[in-house]
């Protein structure tokens, strides 16, 4: 009788766990709805080399086929990175296909642990 009350009482234990994971699950910071204008560079190749411009298009095309983070690079120097408010939804596909190219962003813009992010909701090519 002591074995099985204590043998219920772990399975419960086990089926709470993801319950008191996800009540204590912080919940992302607030953004703020902005625009901005920028180059869409492959990250590892802007910062580790500084390379990045029309010359470098197929590369940063290749790269970011295999994985590499595209992200855009402000005018102001700022390297925003874009991100989904959903689960495993990547971004790289959207920036493609303005790969070393100017785009005009417009979306919820974050800053946590010194990293801008970006939730793109619109994005066009900029003049």
């Given amino acids: 009788m002591l074995k099985r009350i204590l043998t219920s009482a772990a399975v419960l234990a086990l089926f709470a766990l993801p319950l008191a994971a996800q009540a204590a699950a912080p919940k992302p910071p607030a953004g703020d709805e902005m625009t901005i204008t920028g180059q869409v560079i492959d990250v590892n190749c802007n910062t580790a080399m500084g390379v990045s411009g029309p010359s470098h ?5 290749a790269c970011a086929n295999k994985g590499v983070a595209l992200a855009i690079l402000a005018s102001d120097g700022t390297i925003y990175m874009p991100v989904s408010s959903k689960p495993g939804d990547p971004q790289n ?6 790969t070393e190219g100017k785009v005009k962003v ?3 813009h974050r800053l946590n642990h010194g990293l801008h992010t970006i939730e793109i909701k619109t994005i066009e090519a900029a003049t």
């Fill in 106 to 108: 417009t979306g919820t």
């Fill in 57 to 61: 298009k197929a590369c940063a095309e």
């Fill in 93 to 98: 596909p959207r920036l493609l296909p303005f």
